[in-house]
DNA sequence: TATTGTTATACTCTATAACTATA
DNA sequence: TATAGTTATAGAGTATAACAATA
């Protein structure tokens, strides 16, 4: 389906590392593939992932862990439920990575000032710290991970990502 | 980091699930995140591939399954090894993921022309006729993930995330 | 000596059912 | 009756070590 695989706008690079392979290969075999945006994104996410973990994993956080601080940092007093929605995480997982963020001392937990059944999130004085410190590497892998593009290209792939799964 | 989440070209979609949640939540705490490209991408991803799963689930293939066969059909003669690295799939695994195409008929595995070691993948027969129809339904629901977005958007973001990913 | 394919296995991540305390 | 948080556990996905056969 879709049988032009790429646009006049999109050249081809050039053939290179196919000198250690099979040398005459030009296609190999995932033009189809790249018609789909669920591949493109899927191949996206998981370079612009390991970016995120190269500059990251010194602080010992997964991406999980990175955006669930984060929440907590920008939106103090947030619930265990609310993370788990922004961030399509089952409760019962939730639960277990709140229980370990805890034993490392990142976060507290007080009580919902108007609901006794839940708990307000915040990031404790260590976890603020820390999260100082991994925001800024995480921007900073970030940024390496489009350094080729330019900054007009990386607000317009911003916009329309955030088209795709902003509802 | 990176005071301005949100820039002007990309208006807040006015509230619209408040109601049943907090009410007032202008900013939920990921206004951070979303500077992230990684973050974008990654979301976007999964909404993406929630739709490929929801068109292609009748045929009982998971995104690996689907992208495995997917070479296969339009480069024949490809090897594990080779689909390992083109996917991102370690060996031991990618032999169990086949094993099972195997048992299922969808796949044929030939004797390598030049190295010993390797097997030839193709599609079979019925092969063939499950990706014809899977890769018209997986089309399909890509396009329907994408239907908000103009042919350009979808154009530039294609080429964008391509450009992320492809070196 | 390096590489392909393979086995076995450990580890991590994700999902389901069921319980309690409160709304 | 519904929801927040929790426990226990099953299931799926991913990773490492080691081996035989061939390059």
Redesign the interface.
């Known amino acids: 389906?879709?049988p032009s695989p790429r646009?006049s706008?999109?050249p081809r690079?050039t053939v290179k590392k196919a000198a250690a392979?099979e040398a005459v290969?030009s296609?190999?075999?995932?033009?189809?593939?790249?018609?789909?945006?669920?591949?493109?994104?899927?191949?996206?996410?998981?370079?612009?992932?390991s970016?995120?973990m190269r500059g990251v994993n010194q602080f010992d956080l997964r991406?999980v862990d990175f955006?669930v601080l984060?929440?907590?940092?920008?939106?103090p007093g947030?619930t265990s439920r609310?993370l788990c929605q922004?961030l399509?995480v089952l409760p019962p997982n939730m639960v277990v990575l709140l229980r370990d963020l805890d034993k490392r001392g990142l976060i507290e937990r007080t009580p919902h000032p108007t609901d006794g059944r839940a708990m307000g999130l915040s990031l404790s004085t260590s976890g603020k710290a820390l999260m100082k410190k991994a925001?800024?590497a995480?921007?900073d892998?970030?940024a390496q991970?489009?350094a080729?593009?330019t900054a007009a290209?990386?607000?317009?792939?911003?916009?329309?990502?955030?088209?795709?799964?902003?509802?």
């Open positions: 389906m879709t646009a706008t999109t690079k392979a290969v296609d190999n075999g995932t033009a189809y593939l790249e018609t789909l945006m669920g591949y493109n994104a899927s191949r996206a996410s998981q370079t612009m992932v970016h995120f991406t955006s984060s929440i907590m940092a920008h939106q947030v609310q922004l399509n925001e800024k995480a921007s892998a970030d991970g489009t080729h593009l290209e990386r607000k317009t792939l911003t916009r329309l990502l955030q088209k795709i799964y902003i509802r």
